[in-house]
Structure formats: structure tokens, C-alpha cells
């Protein structure tokens, strides 16, 4: 297994991450967190690995090593986050992590093990936040499916708003669609700690996943299983402390729900440091402003995690002698409808409304990475997902050149055609004998 060592195996780990669902612009940086987090041979086993998710035996047939020593592999490749595994009717299935959702966060998450976590902190802090270009390469093109969205905080709808407040965009709700539940800790906190970057005094613990994502993250070590009034309280402490909820962003199976600050959560830091704001999705809310009711404190604009709240002054009415007063002004383009502001209002002036455009979230995981996938140039790696056969190669090559055209891209996208393109991948993967893939 050793025979690709030799020759730049990292260079081709690089180019495999980046073909998955999340972008991952090649850079010396990036050269570096390769190198520290992945042995030689786990690096030449993940590039042989197919896209898709696949079991021990499809993973050996392609591979072409022995089972035995693939299991003990992606054991170890499991246990420090750079592989995924999903159980289904008690078999396993695995796939390489991406950046994000993936590397970065599981790999701050660890807790077991020999750690380094100093080291992991200040690579990944050079790679994602000292240059753009991963943001860039993610939300730069005008990307529209991110891996989060802005979930509302209780109370913070107008009250003739919340009839249309849906379960998905409920912390409470998406809690009570789960029977497992785990609390970890946060990986850009846990970043910034070690970077003495961290100016926040939220704790640490407070990564939220549920069902599958918390079974994988509990059984390799990264999480601590809670109940689901553990789960409730840590959503309640989040409140209080004022955090933005960014949750999993699809409506069905919702694996997670962070709990951001502006000062240490990269997300945020896509949108405050590099302007790309579609690296969160916004909720179906926005904030508004009731200026009779506005005092001018300017609670909200400093609780705002993205400066979308500025203090304006209003003019004297003419012929009045009353001083002029200063209200809260919403950014309405880009407002994220999370309702941290409207949390810090004592008065009532501000609340979140329904947005007039209608903003679509995925429905399932599977519908969001062929989303992102499509966007991000990706799509024909997970069609044609076997690195090593000539045909799926060719496959690639002409398929990925045909999706990567804008017009197609665009219509693809669109609300005439993303239905319709949807249905035909699922029906695909299910034809394959992978249809309990279409419902995570």
C-alpha cells in the first residue's frame, strides 16, 4: 500500500477533499493540516475511496485490499474524524469527511486520543480564516445551499407571524423529532481558545447533535450522549447567552443546531471578515422595527452578530420643538432572521416578520449535498463515484463538464427544474438498491 507514498499522496488527498460537497481550495495550508491528520496509507486509502458511502465490502473491492485491513483502517480514520460511518440494518457504511461538515469540526471535537490540539487549532486557523479563499471558494460564486441555516429564537416572531413558524424552524421542535441526543464541544470555540482569540465567556460544550450525527460523534469519542432535557437546557442556556442558532440545513432529520458567537464562530466570520453572507442561509424571518415603540438604547445593534442593526437618528417633525431620537435601522439584505436582537429588546420594537421572497431549504441531507454538489462543481463524483474505474473516469469527465456550464447549472437550480432533477437522483440512487440514503 505503499507504493503511492512516494509521490505526492497529500496533493491527491487535497484534490479528493475538494471534489466532495464542500470546497476545499488547494493551499500550503492546507498541505500542512493533510500532513498533520492523516498517516501516509489512510491518506492513500481515502483517495481510493468511493464518494458515495459504501460498505466494507465495495470499499475492498475497489480498493482492492484486504477487508481486514480496511476495518482496522477506518477504525482509526473514524475514531479521529476523517471518515464518516452511518449504520444501516446493522451494516456499516463509509465515506471520506469533507472540510466542512467534517474535518475541521471533528477533529476540534476530539477528546480522546493523542491530541494536538494547539497545532490543529493554528493550522486550521491559517487555512479558513487568514486567507478567503476557502470562503471564497464556498459562497463567491453565489452560492445559495450552505450546510447551516439561521434558526429563530422562541418568543422573537411577531405574534401574527407565528402561526407560519414550522417545526424545522423550531429549536424546540427539531429537539422533539429525536430520541438521541449529544453535547460536544464547540470546534471553532475550542479553536479560538487556543489561539487566545476567544473573547466570549460561553462555554465550550455546546454542539448540539442529534440521531445518526449523534450516534457517530458518541461512539467515536467526540461527544457525550445527554437526554433530551440536557438537550433542552443547553438550547436554554444558548438563549440566554444570546448565541444565533445555525442548524443542519434541511427540514427533515436535522442533525445539529450550533450555538455561534460572532467572535469565535467561522460561519460568521465568512460573513463579518470576507462579506460572503450566503455562507449562512437566513431564516424565513426578518427583523422589523417598530419606531414608535424604539427607545434607542442600542441593545440590538450591539447583540447583532453581523452589524445588520445601526443606530439612526430620526429628524425633528417640522414645526416641533422635541428632540430628535435615534432608532434601530435593519439591514433588510442581510439580516439573517436568527432574533438575537429581537432577544435584547426590552420594549417590544423589534421582532422578527415573514420574509416577503420565500426561502427554500433543503429536504433531506441527501437533497442537500446533490445541491451543493451541483453548485460547487461536484455532481458527477457522486454519480459516477469510483475513483479507480476507467469508465467512471470518463463519466466524470464529460458529465462534470456539462453540469459546470452556467445555463445548465442555472436551470437546474431554478424552482421550474429543482423538483423535477431531485426526483430523477433519488429515483437513480434508489434503482441502485441505495434508497435508504435518500432519507437522511
Given at each position: 500500500?505503499?507504493?503511492?507514498?512516494?509521490?505526492?499522496?497529500?496533493?491527491?488527498?487535497?484534490?479528493?477533499i475538494d471534489n466532495l460537497?464542500?470546497?476545499?481550495?488547494?493551499?500550503?495550508?492546507?498541505?500542512?493540516?493533510?500532513?498533520?491528520?492523516?498517516?501516509?496509507?489512510?491518506?492513500?486509502?481515502?483517495?481510493?475511496?468511493?464518494?458515495?458511502?459504501?460498505?466494507?465490502?465495495?470499499?475492498?473491492?475497489?480498493?482492492?485490499?484486504?477487508?481486514?485491513?480496511?476495518?482496522?483502517?477506518?477504525?482509526?480514520?473514524?475514531?479521529?474524524?476523517?471518515?464518516?460511518?452511518?449504520?444501516?440494518?446493522?451494516?456499516?457504511?463509509?465515506?471520506?469527511?469533507?472540510?466542512?461538515?467534517?474535518?475541521?469540526?471533528?477533529?476540534?471535537?476530539?477528546?480522546?486520543?493523542?491530541?494536538?490540539?494547539?497545532?490543529?487549532?493554528?493550522?486550521?486557523?491559517?487555512?479558513?480564516?487568514?486567507?478567503?479563499?476557502?470562503?471564497?471558494?464556498?459562497?463567491?460564486?453565489?452560492?445559495?445551499?450552505?450546510?447551516?441555516?439561521?434558526?429563530?429564537?422562541?418568543?422573537?416572531?411577531?405574534?401574527?407571524?407565528?402561526?407560519?413558524?414550522?417545526?424545522?424552524?423550531?429549536?424546540?421542535?427539531?429537539?422533539?423529532?429525536?430520541?438521541?441526543?449529544?453535547?460536544?464541544?464547540?470546534?471553532?470555540?475550542?479553536?479560538?481558545?487556543?489561539?487566545?482569540?476567544?473573547?466570549?465567556?460561553?462555554?465550550?460544550?455546546?454542539?448540539?447533535?442529534?440521531?445518526?450525527?449523534?450516534?457517530?460523534?458518541?461512539?467515536?469519542?467526540?461527544?457525550?450522549?445527554?437526554?433530551?432535557?440536557?438537550?433542552?437546557?443547553?438550547?436554554?442556556?444558548?438563549?440566554?447567552?444570546?448565541?444565533?442558532?445555525?442548524?443542519?440545513?434541511?427540514?427533515?432529520?436535522?442533525?445539529?443546531?450550533?450555538?455561534?458567537?460572532?467572535?469565535?464562530?467561522?460561519?460568521?466570520?465568512?460573513?463579518?471578515?470576507?462579506?460572503?453572507?450566503?455562507?449562512?442561509?437566513?431564516?424565513?424571518?426578518?427583523?422589523?422595527?417598530?419606531?414608535?415603540?424604539?427607545?434607542?438604547?442600542?441593545?440590538?445593534?450591539?447583540?447583532?452578530?453581523?452589524?445588520?442593526?445601526?443606530?439612526?437618528?430620526?429628524?425633528?417633525?417640522?414645526?416641533?420643538?422635541?428632540?430628535?431620537?435615534?432608532?434601530?435601522?435593519?439591514?433588510?439584505?442581510?439580516?439573517?432572521?436568527?432574533?438575537?436582537?429581537?432577544?435584547?429588546?426590552?420594549?417590544?420594537?423589534?421582532?422578527?416578520?415573514?420574509?416577503?421572497?420565500?426561502?427554500?431549504?433543503?429536504?433531506?441531507?441527501?437533497?442537500?449535498?446533490?445541491?451543493?454538489?451541483?453548485?460547487?462543481?461536484?455532481?458527477?463524483?457522486?454519480?459516477?463515484?469510483?475513483?479507480?474505474?476507467?469508465?467512471?473516469?470518463?463519466?466524470?469527465?464529460?458529465?462534470?463538464?456539462?453540469?459546470?456550464?452556467?445555463p445548465v447549472k442555472k436551470?437546474?437550480?431554478?424552482?421550474?427544474?429543482?423538483?423535477?432533477?431531485?426526483?430523477?437522483?433519488?429515483?437513480?440512487?434508489?434503482?441502485?438498491?441505495?434508497?435508504?440514503?435518500?432519507?437522511?
Open positions: 500500500m505503499g507504493h503511492l507514498v512516494g509521490k505526492d499522496i497529500y496533493g491527491k488527498l487535497g484534490e479528493k460537497t464542500v470546497k476545499a481550495p488547494w493551499n500550503d495550508a492546507l498541505y500542512k493540516i493533510l500532513k498533520e491528520l492523516y498517516a501516509g496509507e489512510e491518506a492513500e486509502l481515502v483517495v481510493k475511496m468511493p464518494y458515495n458511502l459504501s460498505n466494507l465490502q465495495r470499499l475492498s473491492k475497489i480498493t482492492g485490499y484486504e477487508p481486514t485491513r480496511v476495518k482496522g483502517m477506518l477504525d482509526k480514520l473514524t475514531h479521529k474524524g476523517l471518515v464518516i460511518d452511518l449504520a444501516n440494518n446493522g451494516e456499516y457504511y463509509y465515506m471520506p469527511s469533507p472540510m466542512v461538515i467534517g474535518v475541521f469540526e471533528f477533529t476540534m471535537m476530539r477528546t480522546q486520543g493523542n491530541l494536538n490540539s494547539k497545532v490543529w487549532a493554528e493550522l486550521f486557523h491559517a487555512y479558513m480564516s487568514e486567507s478567503a479563499d476557502f470562503h471564497r471558494a464556498n459562497a463567491g460564486d453565489g452560492q445559495r445551499v450552505s450546510i447551516a441555516r439561521a434558526v429563530p429564537h422562541r418568543d422573537t416572531v411577531a405574534p401574527e407571524e407565528a402561526v407560519e413558524i414550522l417545526p424545522y424552524e423550531k429549536a424546540e421542535a427539531i429537539v422533539a423529532s429525536h430520541n438521541k441526543f449529544a453535547i460536544g464541544l464547540c470546534s471553532c470555540r475550542h479553536e479560538k481558545l487556543h489561539l487566545d482569540l476567544k473573547s466570549c465567556d460561553v462555554p465550550l460544550d455546546t454542539c448540539a447533535s442529534f440521531g445518526y450525527a449523534a450516534d457517530y460523534l458518541i461512539r467515536n469519542g467526540m461527544a457525550q450522549e445527554v437526554s433530551r432535557r440536557e438537550m433542552l437546557d443547553n438550547l436554554e442556556r444558548s438563549r440566554e447567552l444570546g448565541l444565533v442558532f445555525s442548524a443542519d440545513n434541511v427540514k427533515r432529520n436535522v442533525t445539529f443546531i450550533c450555538s455561534c458567537c460572532s467572535c469565535c464562530c467561522n460561519i460568521l466570520h465568512g460573513i463579518n471578515n470576507f462579506g460572503y453572507h450566503n455562507t449562512l442561509v437566513t431564516s424565513s424571518f426578518i427583523a422589523g422595527v417598530d419606531k414608535e415603540k424604539c427607545t434607542g438604547c442600542g441593545k440590538c445593534a450591539r447583540a447583532c452578530p453581523i452589524n445588520a442593526i445601526k443606530m439612526e437618528q430620526a429628524a425633528a417633525a417640522e414645526g416641533r420643538t422635541i428632540k430628535s431620537k435615534y432608532y434601530a435601522q435593519v439591514e433588510a439584505s442581510i439580516c439573517l432572521g436568527c432574533g438575537v436582537c429581537a432577544l435584547k429588546c426590552a420594549s417590544g420594537a423589534l421582532q422578527l416578520k415573514k420574509r416577503e421572497q420565500k426561502v427554500i431549504h433543503p429536504e433531506t441531507t441527501f437533497e442537500r449535498n446533490i445541491l451543493q454538489s451541483l453548485e460547487r462543481g461536484n455532481l458527477q463524483n457522486f454519480i459516477f463515484d469510483s475513483p479507480e474505474a476507467v469508465t467512471h473516469r470518463v463519466m466524470r469527465g464529460l458529465i462534470g463538464g456539462f453540469l459546470r456550464l452556467s436551470a437546474l437550480m431554478s424552482d421550474q427544474l429543482r423538483s423535477a432533477f431531485l426526483s430523477m437522483m433519488t429515483a437513480g440512487v434508489k434503482l441502485q438498491g441505495g434508497g435508504w440514503m435518500t432519507k437522511i
